[in-house]
């Protein structure tokens, strides 16, 4: 009995460790996020990072042209 009760928490903590697939819009806005942040970072390589104005400035440009809203951004950043 001891052991049935321990196999069926170790395989609820392995199930709670499994990462959740992606919907197809949150893998574009992933995808998009990298693509901005490597842009923005080759365009102002000496401080890539949010505080930086410029580059995130850039980066919040680019992700408006792939159409995401400002509050799909923000969940990027935040």
């Known amino acids: ?3 049935i009760a321990c196999l069926l928490v170790l ?3 392995l ?6 697939k992606m919907t197809f819009e949150q893998q574009q806005l992933n995808d998009a996020s990298q693509q901005c942040r490597q842009e923005a970072t080759s365009m102002n390589p ?12 850039y980066y919040e ?8 809203t ?5 969940s990027t950043i935040y």
């Open 46 to 57: 000496e401080n890539p990072t949010f505080m930086n104005s410029l580059w995130s400035s």
């Open 70 to 74: 400002e509050e799909q951004i923000n």
């Open 61 to 68: 440009m680019c992700m408006s042209n792939f159409g995401f």
């Open 1 to 3: 009995m001891k052991k």
């Open 11 to 13: 395989a609820l903590l």
């Open 15 to 20: 199930g709670a460790c499994v990462k959740q």
